[in-house]
């Protein structure tokens, strides 16, 4: 590792960091490599017509793209090596079109498309990967990558995943005219398939930390800051080499495995094809749907348009590399994730823990060829049905034809699953036919030189995972799991002022009905179990008795609990609970205390979490999580919601003396619960209250309240039969004709941002509002002369300690670093909320900055013959290279609240000479 370089970052003083210059490709590629700005790209186009006869034509096209980029799992060292992403796009399209008669038309396409996916890791690379694969240490044959506490990145880390993922599809319809009737209809199959390396046993994972040997005395040296008795902390534990975890995976290729394999029988599978490494899983999903629709003339002024589709979504299935069905679900359907707590969400979910009500979990094959041939990954839906209305009407209102009146509603279905590719990484495999233990500890020092490898695995494929072991994660669909559809709404109105220029105002809103969400059914209950109450006294430096209980006996870092000290201070005094509790982070506290093994000492060769809580037997083992076999539970269900109101105007001038505009205003309001969608797909969800989601019912990301985009082209009135140089010929004709310069001017307002504060609950903490807050503000860059960065609101804010801090035990307010945000006079108008509580403020309150652009570009058409044209063109954009601010730092407990860091956009020229014959 080279020396740091940077003396401006870290503590100034102990610490420093590295900066250097670093070229890649392009930017990230996004979580499933849909930037396509972010790759080298080649593609290959070819399109072919053929006419048979008058009454039938066939129109296909073939498509090939290849596309690469190496910034992908970059190493955080200048000397380390980053890994690449390669995508080969294919589509294959066909349309056959037949007139059957004069008042009879068929129409069918065929579609095929595959897209080869690779995320490669450093070690898998195609320049330096044999050289990153020897840098990993080797332990016991295992190749390992090591995360030391210190400094908290790998050299070398990421993991291969890929997939192709072939879609086929075949559509016919038939229109058929029938007087006032324009009636048509039509059938469409389509078949989706994932061939999916899900990387499987890949190499083992190593955090450095302190696990359940805690560091002592560091924190007894006075005046030592926080931040120092931390930095301290971690260092002893970087140089100690301590371990915190060590994750390895284990896995099945067969539902004929008797035994679970491990990366050296599974990771290079000479069956696999080139490029893929581990398991692979092959997905599929089929899809059918037909409509009938009539586009009705009731009058020669009005046409009434009616319809019904309906779609059924197959419930996908897994199958192995041969061929086998591999199909998992819990052992007697899916309220069987339940487990010990119950089998329903209503008895089972946050209940404060109690006697066990259900048999643990158990993973089965289901599906065809199995004892459970009619369970699914989720039921299936068979009801459909989606109608559709609307309307067109040319009223006489100042003239004929000169205004037209349309609306209508329909529903619309959409794909359940959320994504067949997170389908594939959700639900492909669970515990049981697929074992990847966490192994925390077990209460005595582990360190980089004594790993033992592998890790201990109990049972065989099929078996109970232990209740004991909470080191699993697993993904699943709700019991009630249905499609989710949007609804929507549209009318507008079209008025022709002139000849050629026309006016369009419309009014268009969806609703997302049972939208897919998802959430941890597993996270750390604080507020039914009286754990809440416990640690309030706690924090306020009381000796609560739940901890006395709990902890009786054990020593967690200051003495034996019941001798030396009661729970409360142990807690108190322990380096890795004291800021939990001080901040006011009690679902952290809770989440450690169900599986950490602190104080502990448990069995050699086995994976046992939650020795702490288990240790006195008067707890449940269902005390703080539902199902505490496993340590998250990814469930998936149909509790999102939104709506979306827009006002569109348009207006538009077709070509009039050479020049052309479209300009469009629009005016919307975008809002939804989303908490379990990201641009990757559902994988965690991020509502700040698990039991009241609808709370989080606010703008979404994408909401940009006004929206003004316009082109326009003016065609210079130069050359033979224009305004100038009317009489011109020859080469100086050509010279001076078929000038053209077009214009592109986009006005958007911010996006909303979020103000943070610290977690009270469960996720994105929100603070409360306590006095005058602005909603706008006014970007000033910089903020006083000199300064590097601007800010958002135009003035400095000043940061102050949070006032709850001075209500907090003695010896635990160094660690309450929570701090409040107070205007110029120093009154203070944010605060962070009370443990359990939502802040008051709620969710994207603040529309960040907002953007504007202006492109241009000017060409030039030369004609060379009859058949022959030559066009030059100069694209800008950007062309005042304006830069638009990035969006300010809004967290409360940071010293540069409304600081804004960043800036995007520069002009930028490209040229384009095409040659038309």
Same mark, same amino acid.
């Given at each position: 590792?080279?020396?740091?370089?940077?003396?401006?970052?870290?503590?100034?003083?102990?610490?420093?960091?590295?900066?250097?210059?670093?070229?890649?490709?392009?930017?990230?590629?996004?979580?499933?490599?849909?930037?396509?700005?972010?790759?080298?790209?080649?593609?290959?186009?070819?399109?072919?017509?053929?006419?048979?006869?008058?009454?039938?034509?066939?129109?296909?096209?073939?498509?090939?793209?290849?596309?690469?980029?190496?910034?992908?799992?970059?190493?955080?060292?200048?000397?380390?090596?980053?890994?690449?992403?390669?995508?080969?796009?294919?589509?294959?399209?066909?349309?056959?079109?037949?007139?059957?008669?004069?008042?009879?038309?068929?129409?069918?396409?065929?579609?095929?498309?595959?897209?080869?996916?690779?995320?490669?890791?450093?070690?898998?690379?195609?320049?330096?990967?044999?050289?990153?694969?020897?840098?990993?240490?080797?332990?016991?044959?295992?190749?390992?990558?090591?995360?030391?506490?210190?400094?908290?990145?790998?050299?070398?880390?990421?993991?291969?995943?890929?997939?192709?993922?072939?879609?086929?599809?075949?559509?016919?319809?038939?229109?058929?005219?029938?007087?006032?009737?324009?009636?048509?209809?039509?059938?469409?199959?389509?078949?989706?398939?994932?061939?999916?390396?899900?990387?499987?046993?890949?190499?083992?994972?190593?955090?450095?930390?302190?696990?359940?040997?805690?560091?002592?005395?560091?924190?007894?040296?006075?005046?030592?800051?926080?931040?120092?008795?931390?930095?301290?902390?971690?260092?002893?534990?970087?140089?100690?080499?301590?371990?915190?975890?060590?994750?390895?995976?284990?896995?099945?290729?067969?539902?004929?495995?008797?035994?679970?394999?491990?990366?050296?029988?599974?990771?290079?599978?000479?069956?696999?094809?080139?490029?893929?490494?581990?398991?692979?899983?092959?997905?599929?999903?089929?899809?059918?749907?037909?409509?009938?629709?009539?586009?009705?003339?009731?009058?020669?002024?009005?046409?009434?348009?009616?319809?019904?589709?309906?779609?059924?979504?197959?419930?996908?299935?897994?199958?192995?590399?041969?061929?086998?069905?591999?199909?998992?679900?819990?052992?007697?359907?899916?309220?069987?994730?339940?487990?010990?707590?119950?089998?329903?969400?209503?008895?089972?979910?946050?209940?404060?823990?109690?006697?066990?009500?259900?048999?643990?979990?158990?993973?089965?094959?289901?599906?065809?060829?199995?004892?459970?041939?009619?369970?699914?990954?989720?039921?299936?839906?068979?009801?459909?049905?989606?109608?559709?209305?609307?309307?067109?009407?040319?009223?006489?209102?100042?003239?004929?034809?000169?205004?037209?009146?349309?609306?209508?509603?329909?529903?619309?279905?959409?794909?359940?699953?959320?994504?067949?590719?997170?389908?594939?990484?959700? %639900? !492909? &495999?669970?515990?049981?036919?697929?074992? =990847?233990?966490?192994?925390?500890? /077990? @209460?005595? +020092? #582990?360190?980089?030189?004594?790993?033992?490898?592998?890790?201990?695995?109990?049972?065989?494929?099929?078996?109970?995972?232990?209740?004991?072991?909470?080191?699993?994660?697993?993904?699943?669909?709700?019991?009630?799991?249905?499609?989710?559809?949007?609804?929507?709404?549209?009318?507008?109105?079209?008025?022709?002022?002139?000849?050629?220029?026309?006016?369009?105002?419309?009014? %268009? !809103? &969806?609703?997302?009905?049972?939208?897919? =969400?998802?959430?941890?059914?597993? /996270? @750390?209950? +604080? #507020?039914?179990?009286?754990?809440?109450?416990?640690?309030?006294?706690?924090?306020?430096?009381?000796?609560?008795?739940?901890?006395?209980?709990?902890?009786?006996?054990?020593?967690?870092?200051?003495?034996?609990?019941?001798?030396?000290?009661?729970?409360?201070?142990?807690?108190?005094?322990?380096?890795?609970?004291?800021?939990?509790?001080?901040?006011?982070?009690?679902?952290? %506290?809770?989440?450690?205390?169900?599986?950490?093994?602190?104080?502990?000492?448990?069995?050699? @060769?086995?994976?046992?979490?939650?020795?702490?809580?288990?240790?006195?037997?008067?707890?449940?083992?269902?005390?703080?999580?539902?199902?505490?076999?496993?340590?998250?539970?990814?469930?998936?269900?149909?509790?999102?919601?939104?709506?979306?109101?827009?006002?569109?105007?348009?207006?538009?001038?077709?070509?009039?003396?050479?020049?052309?505009?479209?300009?469009?205003?629009?005016?919307?309001?975008?809002?939804?619960?989303?908490?379990?969608?990201?641009?990757?797909?559902?994988?965690?969800?991020?509502?700040?209250?698990?039991?009241?989601?609808?709370?989080?019912?606010?703008?979404?990301?994408?909401?940009?309240?006004?929206?003004?985009?316009?082109?326009?082209?003016?065609?210079?009135?130069?050359?033979?039969?224009?305004?100038?140089?009317?009489?011109?010929?020859?080469?100086?004709?050509?010279?001076?004709?078929?000038?053209?310069?077009?214009?592109?001017?986009?006005?958007?307002?911010?996006?909303?941002?979020?103000?943070?504060?610290?977690?009270?609950?469960?996720?994105?903490?929100?603070?409360?509002?306590?006095?005058?807050?602005?909603?706008?503000?006014?970007?000033?860059?910089?903020?006083?002369?000199?300064?590097?960065?601007?800010?958002?609101?135009?003035?400095?804010?000043?940061?102050?300690?949070?006032?709850?801090?001075?209500?907090?035990?003695?010896?635990?307010?160094?660690?309450?670093?929570?701090?409040?945000?107070?205007?110029?006079?120093?009154?203070?108008?944010?605060?962070?909320?009370?443990?359990?509580?939502?802040?008051?403020?709620?969710?994207?309150?603040?529309?960040?900055?907002?953007?504007?652009?202006?492109?241009?570009?000017?060409?030039?058409?030369?004609?060379?013959?009859?058949?022959?044209?030559?066009?030059?063109?100069?694209?800008?954009?950007?062309?005042?290279?304006?830069?638009?601010?990035?969006?300010?730092?809004?967290?409360?407990?940071?010293?540069?609240?409304?600081?804004?860091?960043?800036?995007?956009?520069?002009?930028?020229?490209?040229?384009?000479?095409?040659?038309?014959?």
């Amino acid at each position: 590792m080279p020396r740091a370089n940077a003396f401006n970052g870290g503590d100034g003083l102990n610490t420093a960091t590295h900066r250097w210059v670093r070229r890649t490709v392009a930017g990230p590629a996004g979580g499933t490599g849909q930037n396509f700005d972010a790759y080298r790209r080649k593609q290959f186009n070819v399109k072919i017509d053929h006419q048979f006869n008058t009454n039938h034509r066939l129109t296909g096209t073939w498509i090939r793209e290849s596309h690469y980029s190496d910034n992908n799992q970059l190493s955080p060292w200048p000397q380390g090596w980053g890994g690449e992403i390669t995508e080969y796009p294919r589509v294959t399209t066909a349309q056959l079109t037949s007139t059957l008669s004069p008042t009879l038309l068929n129409e069918f396409r065929f579609g095929y498309r595959r897209t080869t996916l690779h995320f490669i890791p450093p070690y898998h690379s195609s320049t330096h990967g044999k050289e990153a694969y020897d840098f990993l240490p080797m332990i016991n044959g295992y190749p390992t990558i090591l995360t030391p506490t210190l400094i908290g990145a790998a050299m070398v880390s990421g993991a291969y995943t890929g997939n192709e993922s072939p879609l086929y599809t075949y559509t016919d319809s038939l229109s058929w005219t029938k007087g006032a009737h324009a009636l048509k209809t039509g059938v469409e199959f389509a078949s989706s398939k994932m061939w999916h390396g899900a990387g499987g046993a890949g190499p083992v994972g190593v955090t450095g930390g302190a696990g359940d040997v805690p560091v002592r005395g560091i924190d007894t040296i006075a005046g030592l800051l926080p931040s120092n008795v931390t930095l301290a902390q971690n260092l002893l534990l970087g140089l100690t080499g301590s371990i915190a975890s060590i994750s390895q995976s284990f896995l099945t290729l067969e539902p004929t495995d008797t035994r679970f394999l491990d990366f050296k029988e599974t990771y290079f599978d000479p069956r696999n094809p080139e490029g893929h490494y581990g398991r692979m899983r092959d997905t599929h999903q089929n899809e059918f749907n037909f409509f009938i629709k009539d586009d009705w003339k009731v009058t020669p002024s009005f046409t009434l348009n009616l319809g019904v589709r309906y779609d059924l979504f197959r419930v996908p299935y897994h199958l192995s590399a041969s061929g086998k069905n591999w199909t998992i679900g819990p052992l007697g359907g899916n309220n069987g994730i339940f487990g010990y707590s119950g089998r329903s969400l209503g008895e089972a979910w946050m209940s404060g823990g109690g006697p066990q009500k259900g048999a643990l979990t158990q993973f089965v094959l289901i599906g065809k060829g199995t004892q459970y041939p009619n369970q699914g990954l989720w039921p299936s839906d068979k009801n459909n049905f989606a109608p559709a209305v609307g309307f067109a009407w040319s009223p006489t209102w100042g003239g004929k034809d000169k205004t037209t009146v349309r609306g209508g509603y329909q529903i619309a279905y959409q794909l359940p699953g959320n994504s067949l590719s997170w389908i594939s990484v959700d %639900v !492909g &495999t669970f515990p049981g036919f697929g074992n =990847s233990p966490t192994d925390r500890g /077990d @209460g005595t +020092f #582990r360190d980089f030189t004594n790993i033992v490898l592998p890790l201990p695995t109990t049972g065989k494929p099929g078996d109970v995972i232990p209740i004991t072991e909470r080191s699993q994660s697993v993904g699943i669909f709700a019991p009630d799991y249905t499609t989710p559809y949007v609804q929507t709404f549209t009318l507008g109105v079209t008025r022709s002022l002139a000849s050629n220029l026309t006016l369009d105002v419309r009014y %268009v !809103g &969806t609703r997302g009905v049972k939208l897919h =969400s998802t959430f941890n059914l597993n /996270d @750390g209950d +604080f #507020r039914h179990n009286g754990v809440l109450e416990a640690l309030e006294i706690t924090r306020a430096g009381g000796n609560a008795p739940m901890f006395d209980q709990m902890l009786k006996g054990l020593n967690i870092g200051s003495g034996v609990v019941g001798t030396a000290v009661s729970g409360s201070e142990a807690l108190r005094q322990n380096a890795t609970f004291r800021t939990l509790i001080a901040t006011g982070d009690f679902a952290a %506290v809770a989440r450690l205390l169900n599986t950490t093994n602190l104080g502990t000492v448990q069995p050699r @060769g086995q994976i046992i979490a939650g020795g702490l809580l288990r240790s006195s037997g008067s707890f449940p083992e269902n005390f703080f999580v539902t199902n505490p076999q496993f340590t998250t539970i990814n469930y998936r269900d149909n509790s999102d919601g939104s709506n979306y109101h827009s006002l569109q105007t348009q207006v538009t001038l077709r070509p009039a003396r050479g020049v052309t505009y479209q300009g469009t205003y629009t005016w919307s309001r975008s809002l939804a619960v989303s908490g379990g969608v990201n641009s990757g797909g559902g994988v965690s969800g991020t509502y700040r209250d698990l039991q009241n989601r609808r709370a989080d019912y606010t703008l979404q990301d994408t909401h940009r309240a006004h929206d003004f985009r316009s082109y326009g082209t003016f065609q210079l009135p130069f050359g033979p039969g224009k305004l100038l140089a009317r009489n011109s010929s020859g080469w100086a004709a050509r010279m001076i004709e078929g000038w053209q310069i077009g214009t592109i001017f986009n006005l958007t307002s911010g996006a909303p941002l979020n103000v943070v504060g610290g977690n009270t609950l469960y996720n994105l903490g929100t603070p409360d509002i306590v006095g005058a807050f602005p909603r706008e503000g006014k970007v000033v860059w910089p903020l006083k002369p000199g300064d590097a960065f601007g800010n958002f609101f135009g003035q400095q804010y000043q940061r102050v300690p949070d006032p709850a801090c001075a209500s907090v035990a003695s010896n635990l307010r160094v660690w309450c670093t929570n701090t409040a945000l107070a205007d110029a006079n120093g009154n203070i108008v944010l605060r962070n909320a009370g443990p359990g509580q939502l802040g008051t403020l709620g969710l994207n309150p603040i529309e960040g900055p907002g953007s504007w652009d202006f492109d241009a570009n000017v060409q030039k058409s030369i004609r060379l013959g009859e058949s022959r044209n030559l066009t030059l063109r100069m694209d800008a954009q950007n062309v005042f290279n304006h830069p638009t601010p990035g969006s300010p730092n809004l967290n409360i407990n940071s010293g540069t609240f409304g600081e804004i860091n960043t800036k995007t956009g520069n002009r930028t020229l490209a040229a384009q000479i095409r040659l038309e014959f």
